[in-house]
Each structure stands twice: as C-alpha cells, then as structure tokens.
T-cell receptor, first 114, second 114 residues
C-alpha cells in the first residue's frame, strides 16, 4: 500500500529565509506526487505535481520540489519565504490511474516569523 | 485547472438528521470522484471512491450505510451523512478525476452537528 511520511509536524522560519519541507513516500511503482497547501478552514490548493520527466518541478508561488527516487523523497523548497506562506502543507502520492486517488501525509504546519 | 464546486461550504445540523453534500465538476466529465474527511489539525483521509453509475467503494472502517454516496452523472456526486451525530462533525472534501488526468478538489464542507 502506498504511504507518505512528513517527518516535521511544525516548522518555524523567519520571513525571507529559505524553506524545505520533507516528504518521503512508499509506492511500488513510479509515483505520482503532489504538494498541496491549505489555509485554515479552506480547501486544498495544488502547489505542484510530479508525474514524470524532469525531477525538479516548478510550482506556483515560487515553490519547487525535487523527486529523488533513490531516497524516495519529494521535498518542497522555497528560497525566500513570505509571511503569507504560513499554512498547512500536505504531500500526497497518487495511484497509477492518473494519480486520482491520493494518500496524504500528516501535514506540516508552517509558521513564519516576521 | 479544472473547477470542482462543492456545496454547501458550511452546514450546521441537529443530531439525528441527515445532511447532503454535493460535488460538481463544472468543466469536465469526472468518471471518478473521491470523498475525504479531515478532522481538526489532522490529514485528509479517503472515505470512498465513486465511479459514475456504479456503487461506491468504501475504505476500511467507513460505514457505507451512514455515508451514502451517489454518483448519478459524470458531473455530480453526493455524500449524504445519515443520522448525523456530533462525532461526524468534520471537514469533508471531494475531488473529481478522469482517466489520465489529475484530480481536482472542491472547496470543502464544514459540517457541525449539534
């Protein structure tokens, strides 16, 4: 069965600092990988996704993620965090049917200090 | 990206009553829709998968008689929480997908049972 681990429950960074959110997955085949962001009481917004091809994926809001098969990782990065980035971030792995059925990690709560 | 509309965004109901939540794909035909539940400060857990015109497939531990799912058309799926109780209070979110493409999420429904 597929699974996703986000080791960091909470992360605090200063505005302007760089950010890396960790995500490790377990999946038997080539995974479909996603990062979503959720603000309090809101739905999910897709930041970026990886299906195949270039392992460095660019997303919205200045985020990027790198797929590393050897490490079973898909870490999310941003070079300079803005206060508006404070939110909950979820990594997810999708099944082979186009990635529709998702298994989510437990999420990382990002706090940004001004 | 594609648009998935979920309604209502918030609902408060009395214990013992039933509540229906709608999920509509507005600009594509969704062969599959997924229903997730998210408890406060937790991740999204898949409840069930529904395919148009067939019975939903429920995840282990989800009561199919309590959470009725109907996917009568390629653009509409409904989740009915029957005989709701306070422990059913949660954030419910749907996603809609089709073969070969990623799933798109609705805005979510905050259910409060009093």
């Amino acid at each position: 069965a597929q699974s996703v681990t986000q080791p960091d429950i909470h992360i605090t960074v200063s505005e302007g600092a760089s950010l890396e959110l960790r995500c490790n997955y377990s999946y038997g085949a080539t995974p479909y990988l996603f990062w979503y962001v959720q603000s309090p009481g809101q739905g999910l917004q897709l930041l970026l996704k990886y299906f195949s091809g270039d392992t460095l994926v660019q997303g919205i809001k200045g985020f990027e993620a790198e797929f590393k098969r050897s490490q079973s990782s898909f870490n999310l990065r941003k070079p300079s965090v803005h206060w508006s980035d404070a939110a909950e971030y979820f990594c997810a792995v999708g099944d082979t049917g186009g990635g529709n059925k998702l298994t989510f990690g437990t999420g990382t709560q990002l706090k940004v200090e001004l | 990206g594609a648009v998935v509309s979920q309604h209502p965004s918030r609902v408060i109901c009395k214990s013992g009553t039933s509540v229906k939540i709608e999920c509509r794909s507005l600009d594509f035909q969704a062969t599959t829709m997924f229903w997730y539940r998210q408890f406060p400060k937790q991740s999204l857990m898949l409840m069930a998968t529904s395919n148009e015109g067939s019975k939903a497939t429920y995840e282990q531990g989800v009561e199919k008689d309590k959470f009725l799912i109907n996917h009568a058309s390629l653009t509409l799926s409904t989740l009915t929480v029957t005989s709701a109780h306070p422990e059913d209070s949660s954030f419910y979110i749907c996603s809609a997908g089709a073969t070969g493409r990623e799933a798109f999420f609705g805005q979510g429904t905050r259910l409060t049972v009093v």
